[in-house]
């Protein structure tokens, strides 16, 4: 089969993008190349956290904290005020490299979300690396998935498991676990800049290293070992590059085409397409690494999430929930 070629979303970037590539890169690129200390990292995430917590509010969507209980490993949950009975569900896992981040520093972002879908997120708490490597993060998705199937009587039907940059690795890996263990499958999958080959085997790792606005092709080859431990970096559920996608749900992945993981994305599409999985692929120029979080200030990302609400409504359209 042919390699599918991804769509550009835009032959020009914004004048937005340039600018909010220029002040992530003055961020985040002095780190790029230093010694990762997992610690640092999450205390820094998410800062500063006065904007970011204006921009959650400013989607209108409702959040809670839900405590670790049977079954939920804890974490938040959202809801758009006016949700209907068949709005579809999202179990969205946050990224971080494994290492940082949780379901606050996301709730802008799937605040976002939801208010286009019309529905409502659960964002679990997973436990993070290195304190808990591979496969702590998909133990805790597991559990988080079997929880609104059993306990908030969730359709799958109308389930949708999304996820950005490591939340995306995860996504994936998850979904591969469940259609290994014959359980029931969610309707669709979302991945943003997911980060899907702990082998660090890409060429975008070399070819953007110096583009990306957040990460060097040697942040990528460090902060693999964390999650991996002691494991296979070749294995699906680490790397979900490797895995077999036959059977597996709609997928839709969206990237930046100059950040390093450009094809970690491209790669994983190419293989569940290749396995007659119905895929959509977009890249987007000049974006930084998630770029969906500033939907208030840049076209791309409300583009973006956009086209990410069509696809959960072609795919979670005419269903209840249970």
């Known amino acids: 089969m042919e390699s599918m070629r991804p769509l550009l979303a835009a032959s020009r970037p ?4 340039h600018l909010v590539h220029w002040l992530v890169a ?41 405590p670790a209980t049977r079954g939920w490993p804890g974490g938040e949950h959202l809801v758009w005020p006016a949700a209907s009975p068949g709005a579809p569900t999202l179990l969205y896992l946050h990224g971080g490299g494994y290492i940082a981040c949780s379901p606050e520093t996301h709730r802008s972002l799937v605040g976002s979300l939801v208010r286009r879908t019309g529905g409502e997120a659960w964002v679990p708490q997973y436990r993070l690396a290195p304190e808990h490597p591979h496969p702590a993060a998909l133990e805790d998705a597991l559990s988080a998935y079997r929880f609104l199937l059993r306990d908030q009587r969730v359709a799958p039907e109308q389930l949708v498991v999304a996820g950005d940059s490591a939340g995306g690795g995860l996504a994936l890996a998850l979904v ?42 040697e942040t990528i080859r460090r902060a693999a070992g964390f999650y991996v431990g002691n494991g296979d970096p070749s294995a699906p559920t680490v790397s979900p590059l490797y895995g077999d996608y036959r059977g597996f749900p709609p997928l839709l992945v969206h990237a930046s085409a100059d950040e390093v993981l450009r094809d970690d994305a491209v790669r994983v599409a190419e293989r569940a397409r290749e396995a007659g999985v119905r895929v959509e692929c977009a890249l987007w120029p000049r974006v930084p690494h998630v770029w969906q979080f500033f939907a208030a200030v840049l076209p791309e990302a409300r583009e973006s999430l956009t086209r990410t609400r069509d696809f959960i409504a072609r795919h979670t359209a005419g269903r209840s929930s249970a």
Not at 39 to 64: C, I, Q
Not at 177 to 185: I, K, M, S, Y
Not at 187 to 198: E, G, N, Q, R, S
Request: with cysteine.
């Open 14 to 17: 914004s004048w937005q993008a």
């Open 26 to 66: 003055a961020r985040m690129r002095p780190h790029a190349l230093r010694p990762i200390d997992p610690l640092w990292v999450r205390a820094n995430m998410g800062k500063p956290r006065g904007p970011r917590r204006l921009m959650a509010r400013s989607t209108g969507a409702r959040f809670a904290v839900r």
């Open 176 to 217: 591969l676990a469940l259609r290994d263990a014959g359980e029931p499958l969610p309707a669709a999958v979302v991945t943003f800049c997911p980060w899907t080959d702990m082998a660090a085997t890409g060429a975008s790792l070399y070819e953007n290293s110096e583009r990306c606005a957040m990460f060097a092709g």
